[in-house]
């Protein structure tokens, strides 16, 4: 199976034990994890989570099958340096949907890095897959995720009220949906031609 793609400025491969020193970096930053239900993280908390799922992405791949979960790293196509990570983790008891997810390092914000890995992701779910339907969710405060799923066509379809608590704060869930009879024949077409192998 594949396991490189690119995409504009960036790369997405599968996820390996050798990028955890990185995805730890980021996941260690206030910044990046202001938003985050599972944030700040130690380099052994990231490790914890992440390892488990490496291991049985690789167990699939040398079994030349496909994984039931996906986990990319996410790297300039030129220089190779870390911009983050993205996610397709599968909903319990609705074969052919999976939950979004994407970490980018704050270094790198700001740039269209957010919606090319959200892109990635519907790419990767109903080109690649062929899945049914792309879950995703947020913060009610974080705008900068809630406008990445909205370019990537994501319709708002509910508002779980003080559903995450944050120190002593809780913030509202909103949660969005895309279905595969939601692309269109061309954006089909231009999700293929954006992303090669």
């Known amino acids: 199976m594949q396991q490189t ?19 730890a970096r980021m996941l260690s930053k206030e910044s990046v994890c202001r938003w985050l239900i599972f944030g700040l993280n130690t380099e052994e908390a990231t490790r914890s989570y992440f390892l488990p799922l490496i291991e ?28 983050g990570q993205c996610a397709l983790l599968p909903a319990e008891f609705s074969p052919g949907t999976f939950l979004i997810g994407y970490q980018l390092d704050d270094r790198y914000w700001r740039r269209g890095y957010g919606t090319l890995a959200c892109s990635f992701l519907v ?20 705008t900068a995720s809630r406008r990445v799923m909205e370019r ?12 995450w608590q944050f120190g002593r704060e809780y913030h509202d869930r909103l949660i969005f949906g895309l279905l595969a009879s939601d692309l269109t024949p061309e954006r089909r077409s231009a999700l293929r031609e954006m992303f090669t192998p």
């Open 123 to 142: 790419y990767f779910a109903f080109i690649v897959l062929g899945c049914h339907r792309l879950n995703g969710d947020t913060v009610a405060g974080n």
């Open 5 to 23: 793609w690119t995409g504009g400025d960036l790369e997405f491969s599968c996820c390996t034990e050798d990028d955890l020193p990185d995805i």
């Open 152 to 163: 990537c066509g994501f319709t708002l379809e509910g508002i779980q009220r003080q559903y």
């Open 56 to 83: 049985e992405i690789q167990a699939a791949l040398a079994e030349k099958r496909r994984p039931d979960l996906h986990v990319f790293t996410v790297r300039l196509k030129r220089s190779g340096e870390f911009v």
